[in-house]
Structures are given as structure tokens and as C-alpha cells.
DNA sequence: TATGAATGAGCATTCATTCAT
DNA sequence: AATGAATGAATGCTCATTCAT
């Protein structure tokens, strides 16, 4: 079924041209041709592959999430701050995808579709990481809680003030924030 | 003569009424007659407070500020979990306010006038915390950012999931994320 | 009747800072309230003199013909180059009042109130200059018209081009107009 | 593929369409609604073809131009007092252009892409018509600004007083104005 | 008389969606 | 499958007019 292929290839291409546009414009300013040109298709091409904008919107929303969480997800991820630093908005790329990311936050409490989306990404993630805790925490899930809440709470605060935070200085926030937290497993760990 | 009224009062309910739309249909839904109905008038007087649009939303985004932060404001603030908790989105008036913070934060990278509204707000609030903070930690400054980000990072999950995090749950991961911070500040206040 | 005086002439006073208001902005881009600036009061005191915004803009029709036309509506106004080269847009105020003079002829023929005005000078003015020519032409009323035309043409294209078209060209152009037509006359003048 | 447009063609359609609009509701009252009715089309397909409603009102002037004057731009053009006339608001179809003419003639002093329009058209006008006089009179250009004077001065009387000014009586009036002129060149031209 | 706040209809403009080709 | 022209509803903004004071 290479046509299949193609179809979901050609919605992913789609998604995530909506990704650099949106971080390029913004969620509220983006149009519809604006996430066409990105892809180098048509307003008609996109109307193919979605039923209609909203879809588009969610299918980002997806790219995105899958961008920034796809190196935390895997299995053996090990949790340190190094490897949580690489979430941080510490690059170009990484800021543009929490712009985007915070963008879909404002929308989210009107939007059930993009809610759900939300909770079963914080739903992984958070089953995830207390998975890699567990044994080494008392309250793994909590502590996965804590970790999660610490990036968002960094990120939040770096995209809305990117020029006052270089790299450095986020990965002291989150050594300041979650380095007890972590300290507390490692022992544990060896 | 001519009705007197208080300009600036006037502005105060405008933005206020605002803050209640957006929190009712979201920053990107909103619009210009729901605020004008919210407020009790009609589109035409919003024109005679507000250059356009774009003044009304700095103005909720002002406003919602002040409800959020007037609290933890004053200089003989303490700072306490309880205290810190009454930020988060504990109550109805608290979520609703957080649903439109958060909505914010996906349009201040694109429009500076909101940007400097957010700094400034992050800047008072910080050097308000690092000051109640200070002589009782060594570097106040960061932990009156860990704190922020905390409860950020909290209030991003708690308004993406009410349902899931009851006040008592927001307050226990509150404690396990700033437990320690506070723990190493109390003994130096007695 | 002091009181009618005074309303009279706060009619014309309103009327007056309208010209000036319409050669600045234009008579389609003009506002009530530009006009109640320019005559230093407030939209409502227009209302107590006028019945709507056409009324104002008829009246400031009446008030440039007048200001274009009060000199050579004299009955002993002799019929020289000179003297008509001065209604021509000759000096700031003359091009001023030609502009506003200009905007109305677009506007005319969709409101009878303001054609009505227009035939009326044109019949009083052409009136005028044919008595003045009487017995000194064989058809005083086509050479009146023909001087009225004149004026207009190059008060058209002058108003269109001003910076082309110094004093001394207008007078050129109208020499080369009018000047068989006034040499006709003057030998009989004397 | 898409339906192929000839999309010169399609502004010019428009253009013409608000010159029609134009000439029956005014310049000042014209809407695009109106404009989109008379052109068959939606407003939204105004707007793929102009920018704003500026530009559609800057091509019917353009427009109504060539209407008016693509009979005497022509270089082998005779110059009598019959090919004048012919110019004048003696149809219907001419009045309703005069109309639309004197329309702009208000509003080109504030729009500087309007004026632009007129002095290009004048400069086009005058030269052709100082090529047509050239060797037959002492001053080409100076006669044919007189003229196009003559043309634009009782096209505004007709147009502001149409029923009082049949064809017979503009051309009587174009006579006694350009005939010396005229009589002046025309024995050079034999 | 005069003020100027408030009204609300009117309009240009935007843009997701549709559909003939 | 893809184009992009066309639709038309939606909405922010303007501004003449009204009216309580």
C-alpha cells in the first residue's frame, strides 16, 4: 500500500510545515495559505490530506509534542540533568517548539480535541519518567510530577524572555529546582 | 454638562470584563461585542476607552496580573506553602484566571507590547520573592525563580487537567518541588 | 434680536472653519468632529446650528462661493484680466478655497441641495459678468459664459497641477482664453 | 487545473464596473458592495484582484481616462471644433464619465496616486494636442492648454447643469471660446 | 447653551472553505 | 491529485447622531 505511505508522509510534511509557521507567526496569526506556502503546496492541496483547519492545528500540535518529547520517551532514557536540559528551549529549534507548544496551551481549555491531545502526552511522559524513577523514589509518580512541572515551568519563563536566559543559566534553574529530587535517586541508581 | 465619568475606572471594568470573556471563550475567540456585552456597553464606548483591540487585550492582560499577583505583592508578604498556594488555580475565579495567563503566553512572543508586560510582571515578582528571601538563602535571586517556575509549571498542568489535580494534590507537589527550598529558609527565620 | 445675530454668525463661523477643515482633509475625509475642532467647539454645539453633517457641508459650499466670488459680485466690478486673473487659484487661500470649491462638483450631482446652490452663483455670476459686458459685446451672456468656463478650466487644472502652474502662467493661459473676447470689448468700453 | 483567468482582463471588468457604480451613486458613496454587484462578482473577489479599495477606486480613474480620451490620443487626430465636441457631455454615456471625471477631481489633491494619474493624463493630452497645433501656431503648448481649459470648463458647467446645456449649446459655447484659435490654424493648415 | 459619552448601523477587509477544471 | 479562483460569513473599526447632565 505505498499510496498510504505517501498519504500519512504527506500529512506529516503538512503538520510540521504548520510547526515553523506557527512558531514563525504565532497560533492566532497563521493562515491557512501561510501553512500551504511552508509546505510548498496550495490552500486546495492541504484541504486533501485535512478536513479542515482545526485538523491541521491538532496534526501540529502532534508534530510538535513529537519533536520535543521524542528523545525522553524512549524506554532506557536516562534521567539526567544533562538529558533534561536537552528539553529546555536551549537551541533555535528547541525555542521554536516552545513557542508553538505554549501557543496550544491558551487554545487547549476551549479545544477538547487538542485537551485530549495534552493528557496523553502529560499522561506518557509522566508514566515514563516515574517509570524510570521507579524503585529509586518513594513516590515515583509525584516525582515524575515535580520534574515535568520544573521543564514547563523553566520553559515557560525562557520563551517569554529568551534573550535574558542562555543555556547556562536554565540548567542552573533546573539543577536548583530538581537537583535534590535527583540527587536523592542517583544513590540509589549506582 | 456633560456626564462625568472616570476614565480610568471606566478602562478598569472594560479590561475586567475582558478578562471574563477570554476566560469564557478563550484569547483567540474572543470578541470586540462579547467583551463590549461583558462590560455592559456597546462597541462604540470600548472605541472611546481603547485605540482598538489590541488595547483592550494588553489592558486584560494587565488586569489579570493584578488579580493574580496583588497578593504575594506586598512587601510583608510571608512565604509559605499555603501562602504560595493560594496562587494556583485552587478556586473557580483562580482557574479561570490561569486559563487566561496561560493564553498569553502563546501571543507574547509575537507582540512586544505583551512581552513587556510579562517581563516586567516576572521581574516584580521575582525581586518581591527574592527579597522576603533574602539573608536566608544563599542565592535568593535563583530561588525566587525556582519558586516562580514552580508554580508555573503547576499552574500549566492544573489548567490543562482540572479535573485531575484537587487543590490538596496542587499543594502537595507544590511542597515536593519548593519543600526543601522553604525547609532551608524557615530554620533561618526562627 | 441680538440672539439671532449671534446665531447667524455662529453659523458662519462654524461654516468658515469647515472650508478650512474640507481644503485640509478633503470633503470625504472630513469629520464632524475635525470640523468642530477647527472651529474650537464640540460635535454637539454643530448639532444646536445645524440639522445633520449635509447641512454643514452645504453651508461651507455657500460660504467658499462666497469667499470666491464676493469681488467680482460687485455691480461696478470692471472686467479686466487682472481683476479675474485673482479669483484664479493665485495665492494660498485662492488654491485652498479651490480645492474645497473642486470637491463639491463631484459630489453635486448626487445631492440636489448642493446643485441648487451651484446653479444659483453660476446663474447670479454669469448674470453679472453680462451685464457688465452688456452693449459692449453682441452676445453678452455666451461671453460670459465663456469667461466663466475659462476660469473654471484653468482653475481645474491648476488646483490638479499647482506646483506647474505660478500666478503668472494662469495669467498666460487666461490672456490667451479670453483676451480676443476682452479686446472686443475694450475698444467699445472706451 | 484550475479555471484559467485572463487576469488583466478581469481588473479591467472591475474597473469598469465601479466606473458605472461610480457614475450613478457618486465617488464619496460608492461602496465595494456596490462595485462587486455591478461587476457580477463577490466582494472577496474584488480582492484578489485589488489590493483595497483604493486601488479599485485608482483603476476606474484610470479607467474612465482612457474612456474619456482614447479618441483624441490618437496621433493622426484632427483637431476641429466637431472632434472636440465629441468630447463634452453630450451622451449619456459621456455625462455619466464627466460625472465620474469631476468626481476625482475633489479627491486628487489629497491622493497622491490620484493626482499622479491626472498629470500623466494631462501631460499625455496637452502633448498630443501641441503635436496636432505644432508648426500652425505660434506657441503649441499654450494653445492646446487652452484647449483642454476650454473642454474642462464647460464639461463642469454641463455636468453640474445638464439640462440646461443640450449639445448644440456646448458646442456653441466650445466655438466662442477656441474658434479664433482654431480659425488662427486652420488657414496654416491648407 | 453646551458638553462629550455613548450608541449602533454601516463598511472594508480577512480568510477558511468550496469546487470547476 | 492538485490548483487557485471565488465565495460569503464574520468582525473590527468608524463616525454621524443622540441625549443625560
Redesign the pocket.
Known sequence: MP?LVD?EE?RRSIASAAVDAIADQGLD?????DI?KAAG?????????FS???A?LAAALDEVCTRLFSGIDAPDHELTLDSITEVLPVTPERRAEWRVWLAYWGRAPNVPALRQIHQQYYDEIEEGTAKTIAGRHPEPRRAAAAIIAAVDGIGVRVTLEPELWPPERQRALLETMIGPLLTSIQPQTV
Open positions: 499510496k498519504h504527506r496569526a497563521v493562515k491557512l495559505t500551504a503546496v496550495t490552500t486546495g492541496a492541504v484541504a486533501h490530506y479542515d483547519k482545526d491541521v
